[in-house]
């Protein structure tokens, strides 16, 4: 029995072993690992995590494939690109030590957080906001709703008033009624909530964009540009009623056509099947109020 026991030692003996302070090393690499991927996709730097994702896979193909320049120029570029990272991402990274610097460690380690990801938003809540854009195109007063998407606009929120109410024609008619304290700015959207107004928007840069086009609509091509969102625009000028997506400005002529566009990008949101960071679990649910 005693062999017997001493081969089986003798068969194991190449596993290291695992002392308590290698688990609490595990440990703490893992909760950092897992703060650093929730930071992340709360940010604007979760779309360039996946485009590095693409150009890693893309750099082992090539390797696999022996394209002797193109793995060249992506090694001699490394360096520059993790400046350039660095440089892009100077506000985030701000913030985030700042964060760091202002909370209790151990209470935003192992703390309850609160991490929302992209919802999904219901018929009711397009029917909402396409009768306060009408309602208020009639009055010629000026609005920009942005819809989040997949991008998180939490950054954009931050520039606000905190809201967080149901999604309501009259409760948008009422943010945006002039001389009212909420009025200047967007309301952001998320899900079937409103989650913030007042909102600073970043303006386009884009030069072929007609000078008739005032500062909202300026402000509604920014943020399109920079975010998957989608912005419904009422014009202070003309009433007309307008839809920002993609770095583009399509002028919606009449209720079903802006019911429409929002209900198509509505499905694609539920059905889209895209894996979501979310406590360990995927979060591909349309939610209801």
């Known amino acids: 029995m005693t062999e017997f026991f001493g081969n089986m030692y003798s068969w194991f003996a190449f596993i290291p072993k695992i002392t308590l302070m290698n688990l609490f ?12 991927l929730t930071w992340v996709q709360n940010t604007r730097a979760w779309m360039l995590l996946r485009g590095g994702l693409m150009i890693i896979v893309f750099y082992l193909l090539a390797s696999v494939l022996r394209l002797s320049t193109i793995t060249w120029i992506i090694n001699h570029m ?9 440089i892009i991402f100077q506000p985030e990274l701000r913030k985030a030590l700042e964060q760091l610097g202002s909370k209790n460690l151990l209470v935003d380690l192992f703390g309850p957080e609160d991490v929302r990801g992209p919802e999904g938003y219901t018929d009711k809540t397009v029917n909402e906001i396409v009768r306060a854009a009408y309602e208020m195109g009639k009055v010629k007063t000026g609005a920009l709703i942005v819809i989040e998407r997949e991008t998180p606009l939490q950054e954009i929120e931050r520039t606000g008033i905190a809201v967080d109410g149901i999604v309501t024609s009259q409760l948008l008619i ?17 899900g079937n909530r409103i ?7 970043p303006l386009s840069d884009n030069l072929t964009i007609s ?27 003309t009433g007309r009623v307008s839809l920002a997506q993609g770095g583009k ?4 002529n009449d209720q079903e056509v802006l019911r429409a566009a929002l209900t198509v990008e ?8 895209r894996f979501r960071l979310w406590k360990g679990r995927h979060k591909n649910e349309r939610k209801t109020e």
């Open 25 to 36: 090393e595990i440990l703490i690499i893992s909760v950092l690992i897992y703060k650093v």
């Open 78 to 86: 490394g360096q520059l690109a993790l400046i350039a990272l660095i």
């Open 174 to 190: 009422n943010i945006f009624e002039h001389n009212t304290p909420l009025h200047d700015g967007a309301v952001v959207i998320r």
């Open 195 to 201: 989650t913030a107004a007042t909102c600073y928007l």
């Open 211 to 237: 000078k008739d086009l005032g500062t909202r609509h300026r402000a509604a091509l920014g943020i399109s540009e920079s975010t998957d969102s989608m912005t419904v625009v009422v014009s202070e000028e």
């Open 249 to 252: 400005l399509t002028r919606m």
């Open 266 to 273: 509505s499905k694609e949101e539920v059905n889209g099947g």
